[in-house]
């Protein structure tokens, strides 16, 4: 069964500067997605940005954008410019390409000081 | 905006009544849909898939008699917390792949159950 870690429970980062989250994951499959979410203090799950392990290109959304490293099963988020608003749960989650359940890590916190 | 709701947003019962929570995909059809539960400050937890047209399939180690899931037409699911207790309060929150986005998964704003 595929794992995904996210090794860091709390990261913080100063307003503007910009911060990394880690995560990495556990398959077999050569095909599948990883996802970004956010959950805010409301509870809703918001997608950040999502990447198809076909490709090879780094997704970005704006502020927002991955290293992806396949070999590695790694899939780190960077936030450049953090906001205040950005402060959230943040999860990494994966879906294998043959299924639509998703898979999720147990959860950053990130804290933006002003 | 929102293209899946839920409702209601927040519910307090009495300890053996049953409570019903609604997920809607808005603007689209969604013949999947997925409900979870979550604990705080501890990620999500798959409870089933709800299948339109077909019954509902459960994670292991979830009660298909204690949440029923009802996948009444293409853009409603509903999970029933039969005989809740107060173990059963959690937040819910169910979710659609979208037509065209199949891959991604969107999210209802989420339903706060307590259970007295």
């Known amino acids: 069964a595929q794992t995904v870690t996210q090794s860091q429970p709390e990261m913080s980062v100063q307003e503007a500067e910009t911060v990394t989250l880690s995560c990495t994951y556990d398959t077999s499959e050569s095909d599948y997605y990883l996802f970004w979410y956010k959950q805010p203090p409301s509870r809703q799950m918001i997608l950040v940005i999502r990447q198809e392990a076909y490709k090879q290109q780094n997704a970005t959304e704006n502020r927002f954008s991955v290293n992806f490293q396949k070999a590695a099963k790694s899939f780190s988020l960077k936030i450049s410019d953090s906001q205040l608003g950005d402060a959230a749960m943040y999860f990494c989650?994966?879906?294998?390409?043959?299924?639509?359940?998703?898979?999720f890590g147990k959860g950053t916190k990130l804290t933006v000081n002003p | 905006g929102a293209v899946v709701s839920q409702h209601p947003s927040w519910v307090i019962c009495k300890s053996g009544t049953s409570v019903k929570i609604e997920c809607r995909s808005l603007?689209?059809?969604?013949?999947?849909m997925f409900w979870y539960r979550q604990f705080p400050k501890q990620s999500l937890m798959l409870m089933a898939t709800?299948?339109?047209?077909?019954?509902?399939?459960?994670e292991q180690g979830v009660e298909k008699d204690k949440f029923l899931i009802n996948h009444a037409s293409l853009t409603l699911s509903t999970l029933t917390v039969t005989s809740a207790h107060p173990e059963d309060s959690s937040f819910y929150i169910c979710s659609a792949p979208r037509p065209g986005r199949q891959e991604t998964q969107y999210f209802g704003p989420g339903t706060r159950l307590l259970v007295l």
């Open positions: 989650a994966y879906r294998s390409d043959g299924s639509e359940k998703l898979v």
């Open positions: 603007d689209f059809q969604a013949t999947t």
């Open positions: 709800s299948n339109e047209g077909s019954k509902a399939t459960y």
